[in-house]
T-cell receptor, first 108, second 117 residues
Framework: DAKTTQPNSMESNEEEPVHLPCNHS???????IHWYRQLPSQGPEYVIH???SNVNNRMASLAIAEDRKSSTLILHRATLRDAAVYYC?????????FGKGTRLSVIA | GAVVSQHPSWVICKSGTSVKIECRSL??????MFWYRQFPKQSLMLMAT?????????EQGVEKDKFLINHASLTLSTLTVTSAHPEDSSFYIC?????????????FGDGTRLSIL
């Protein structure tokens, strides 16, 4: 499986934007980039996904580099409820395989 | 949006007991469901892929006789931890896609916390 690299942890102030980076230099042409998050003691929650173009939904935006070797999940205005572990996963035709993700802390 | 329901939320039982966990897709049909396990402070590990009407596919290192999976209908998969021991204590999470296309999101249950005494 193609691998992703994310920082172990990040911190953000409440009500400020957060940019969560993900490197995936070995991505193949058919890999989709998915983002999920896991709040404490809960199952993961789907956030957003894309292939080549940037994507927006009610939760976040996904910015994908032109060469697709990296992507950034953007939370436009962090709230305390956004504190979670965020996983960037390449999806090829297999079940999701989770890495360690980025633990986001939000400071009030 | 698509909802996956998992039951029970938590179980505490004695060593040697078998425990069944149910996973239901509430508003969609799922020919394939996935079972994960998560130990404290670790990421999710895929245990097996559950296929409706056929045998589950287990990941390397997961004992199929220990973790029995049954996917008898398009909306229900069950995981039975047989003769559970303290080392089986973990957070078990099921997941499903509401589409046969792999690029579509997977939806997750809220997990079952299993504690074996």
């Amino acid at each position: 499986d193609a691998k992703t690299t994310q920082p172990n942890s990040m911190e953000s102030n409440e009500e400020e934007p957060v940019h969560l980076p993900c490197n995936h230099s070995t991505i193949s042409g058919t890999d989709y980039i998915h983002w999920y998050r896991q709040l404490p003691s809960q199952g993961p929650e789907y956030v957003i996904h894309g292939l080549t173009s940037n994507v927006n939904n009610r939760m976040a935006s996904l910015a994908i580099a032109e060469d697709r070797k990296s992507s950034t999940l953007i939370l436009h205005r962090a709230t305390l409820r956004d504190a979670a572990v965020y996983y960037c996963i390449l999806v090829r035709n297999t079940p999701l395989v989770f890495g360690k993700g980025t633990r986001l802390s939000v400071i009030a | 949006g698509a909802v996956v329901s998992q039951h029970p939320s938590w179980v505490i039982c004695k060593s040697g007991t078998s425990v069944k966990i149910e996973c239901r897709s509430l508003d969609f049909q799922a020919t394939t469901m996935f079972w994960y396990r998560q130990f404290p402070k670790q990421s999710l590990m895929l245990m097996a892929t559950s296929n409706e009407g056929s045998k589950a596919t287990y990941e390397q290192g997961v004992e199929k006789d220990k973790f029995l999976i049954n996917h008898a209908s398009l909306t229900l998969s069950t995981l039975t931890v047989t003769s559970a021991h303290p080392e089986d204590s973990s957070f078990y999470i099921c997941s499903a896609r509401d589409s046969s296309y792999h690029n579509q999101p997977q939806h997750f249950g809220d997990g079952t916390r299993l504690s074996i005494l």
